[in-house]
């Protein structure tokens, strides 16, 4: 079955970076879209970035210039480098997959910006 586990969330200082990971396991995984969303209390789950099974990539207005997304297919790992965080990027992220017509979720990593 479809498996996502996400890691490398925590606390971090205005400015500062972190890079979430997403462990993908029970599909092929070369061959699909992956995607970044997040949560904040009390909002509803956005999209902050995707990544083609060839490698384009697009973002949310809000963090270009300072995410990337990126996958590993060799290791079936996909990747969110975040830079210059801000405040208004915690939430808890999500690496999400469009399996069949199923958006399937992992169960997300907090990511808290604060001083």
């Known amino acids: 079955q479809v498996q996502l586990v996400e890691s490398g969330g925590g606390l971090v200082q205005p400015g500062g970076s972190l890079r979430l990971s997403c462990a993908a396991s029970g599909f092929t995984f070369n061959a699909y879209t992956m995607h970044w969303y997040r949560q904040a209390p009390g909002k509803e789950r956005d999209l902050v970035a995707t990544?083609?099974?060839?490698?384009?990539?697009d973002y949310v207005d809000s963090v270009k210039g300072r995410f990337t997304i990126s996958r590993d297919s060799g290791k079936d790992v996909l990747y969110l480098q975040m830079n210059s965080l801000k405040p208004d990027d915690t939430a808890v992220y999500y690496c999400a997959v469009d399996y069949w017509g199923n958006i399937r979720w992992g169960q997300g990593t907090q990511v808290t910006v604060s001083s």
């Open positions: 990544v083609s099974s060839l490698g384009a990539t």
